[in-house]
Each structure stands twice: as structure tokens, then as C-alpha cells.
């Protein structure tokens, strides 16, 4: 009698440690209790006679699996954490635009970027396991949080560099009348950046600045009207050099300095030898 009971201690042993796995949530409970076909109360009482009078040796092999899932979940999930963890720190850096009040363009954003790339490969990593599946309504929204900031970024960064070429050529009042539809088109893209700029330098967190909602449409739309003002000041300029060939010599720069100063003589000298 003494050997039997025993040999169902050694049994149920496996099974206890299994189930006193600190990664056990109630979903994993609920697996437990599914598995053994019964439902126990896990309070002061939840001793190991409570184990053995339910027979869970009998689902040894069902529970310890439960378990095994649990640990590997748990494993998963502080990868997660890390992630999210890393992203509470990364802000993006707001560097004065020129000598302009309350101007600002984003500094150098490599480091951002390559948090990014490993942020995302973690999280392939995580939704390539086999266990992920109790965790992945999370993950996957971690997921496409990171790809709407990476997608956000991308036409950022684009926005910025189309809007630091245009802003002193719009600035020229000369340009401003010589092509007024450009001119009230890149005002309006102008006040939408500055905006977005000023309100980054102020909440620099880059996650929570690259996910606002509709940032990502606005920065699309920005994108698309400040390609279209480039094309039409190219066209313009190339009307100008059909009037004008010699224009041909000039890089299109040098031409916009002389259109953008069309009343000051001097500011044609320079360029003369290249006409």
C-alpha cells in the first residue's frame, strides 16, 4: 500500500510542478480544467491530495503540454515587452529650420530606423512560432502599429525633403506671382508641415508621433501636392529657357535665384558668363 502510493506521488509529481508553472494564466486554466474534464477551485485548499483525488496523473501528458505552451508564450510575450519597452524611449529630434521662428524639420532619424528593423524582425520572429497563438490579437497590433510608423516615416521624410527645396523659392515673392496656383498650393502643404513639426518637437516620443490617425494620409497627400508643384516649376522653367536658350547654360538653381529677384540686375551678373 505504502509502494503505491508512492508510485502515484511520483506520478502526480510531474503533473504538480507542471501546473505550479508561474507562466499559467487563466487561459491555460481553462485548458487544464478542459483536459481533466473538471473544474478545481485554486485557492488555500488547492493542495496536492486536491491533485491527486482529481486524478490529473491520468492527463499527465495533456497537462504538462499546457504547460510547456505556457512557458513558451510567456517567453514570447517578453520579447513583445521589449519591444514595446525600447519605443517608450525612442523620441525623434526637432532641429531648428534655419533662422525661422518655430521652424523645425526632423534631425537625423538612423537610429530610429534601426530600432525599427529589429523591432520588426522580433516580431517575425514571434509570429513565426508555433506558439504564439494565445498572444497574437497583441501582437499583430504591435505589428501594424510599427508598420503604419514605418509607412509614416517613409512619406515623411519624403514631404521633408520636397519641402525644404521649395520653401526659399516659395518664400521669393517674385516666384509667389510668377506661379500663384503653385504658390497657394505649397502654403497650404507649408502650414500642415510646420504644424506637425512644431507639435513633434513638443511630444518627441517617435511611436505616438508617427501613428497620430490620418498622419499617414496627410503626409500621402502632401506628398502627391508638392510632386505635382515640382513638375509644374520645372515646366515653368523650361518655358523660360525656350524664350530664353541661354538659359540652357543654367543649372535650374541659377535660374530660380534670377526669377526669384527679377527686379535686382545684380543678381543676373553672377551668372552671365554661364549665358
Known amino acids: 500500500e505504502f509502494r503505491d502510493a508512492v508510485n502515484r506521488m511520483r506520478e502526480v509529481m510531474p503533473v504538480a510542478s507542471a501546473l505550479r508553472n508561474r507562466a499559467l494564466k487563466e487561459r491555460h486554466w481553462t485548458k487544464?480544467?478542459?483536459?481533466?474534464?473538471?473544474?478545481?477551485?485554486?485557492?488555500?485548499?488547492?493542495?496536492?491530495?486536491?491533485?491527486?483525488?482529481?486524478?490529473?496523473?491520468?492527463?499527465?501528458?495533456?497537462?504538462?503540454?499546457?504547460?510547456?505552451?505556457?512557458?513558451?508564450?510567456?517567453a514570447l510575450e517578453e520579447l513583445l515587452a521589449k519591444v514595446q519597452s525600447k519605443w517608450a524611449e525612442v523620441e525623434f529630434v526637432a532641429i531648428p529650420y534655419k533662422e525661422q521662428k518655430d521652424a523645425y524639420i526632423l534631425g537625423g532619424v538612423e537610429d530610429v530606423q534601426i530600432v525599427l528593423e529589429d523591432s520588426m524582425v522580433t516580431m517575425s520572429t514571434i509570429l513565426a512560432s508555433r506558439f504564439v497563438g494565445g498572444i497574437r490579437g497583441e501582437v499583430e497590433k504591435v505589428e501594424r502599429q510599427l508598420t503604419l510608423f514605418s509607412e509614416t516615416l517613409d512619406e515623411w521624410l519624403g514631404v521633408q525633403k520636397a519641402w525644404m527645396y521649395l520653401e526659399p523659392i516659395f518664400s521669393a515673392p517674385d516666384i509667389q506671382r510668377q506661379l500663384p496656383l503653385e504658390a497657394k498650393a505649397f502654403l497650404a502643404a507649408d502650414?500642415?508641415?510646420?504644424?506637425?513639426?512644431?507639435?513633434?518637437?513638443?511630444?518627441?516620443?517617435?511611436?505616438?508621433?508617427?501613428?497620430?490617425?490620418?498622419?499617414?494620409d496627410a503626409f500621402q497627400r502632401a506628398n502627391e501636392t508638392l510632386e505635382k508643384i515640382q513638375k509644374n516649376l520645372e515646366d515653368y522653367l523650361e518655358v523660360k529657357r525656350v524664350a530664353f536658350p541661354r538659359f540652357y547654360f543654367l543649372s535650374n538653381d541659377e535660374l530660380l535665384e534670377i526669377l526669384a529677384q527679377t527686379k535686382n540686375v545684380q543678381a543676373v551678373q553672377p551668372h552671365m558668363g554661364k549665358c
Not at 485548499?45 to 505552451?69: P, Y
Not at 513633434?200 to 501613428?211: C, I
Request: hydrophobic fraction near 40%.
Open 32 to 74: 487544464v480544467f478542459d483536459a481533466i474534464q473538471q473544474v478545481l477551485v485554486r485557492d488555500e485548499g488547492f493542495t496536492l491530495q486536491v491533485l491527486l483525488d482529481a486524478k490529473v496523473r491520468e492527463h499527465r501528458d495533456a497537462v504538462t503540454r499546457v504547460s510547456t505552451e505556457a512557458t513558451q508564450e510567456l
Open 191 to 216: 502650414k500642415q508641415f510646420r504644424d506637425i513639426m512644431r507639435k513633434t518637437k513638443d511630444r518627441p516620443n517617435a511611436l505616438a508621433a508617427g501613428t497620430v490617425p490620418g498622419l499617414l
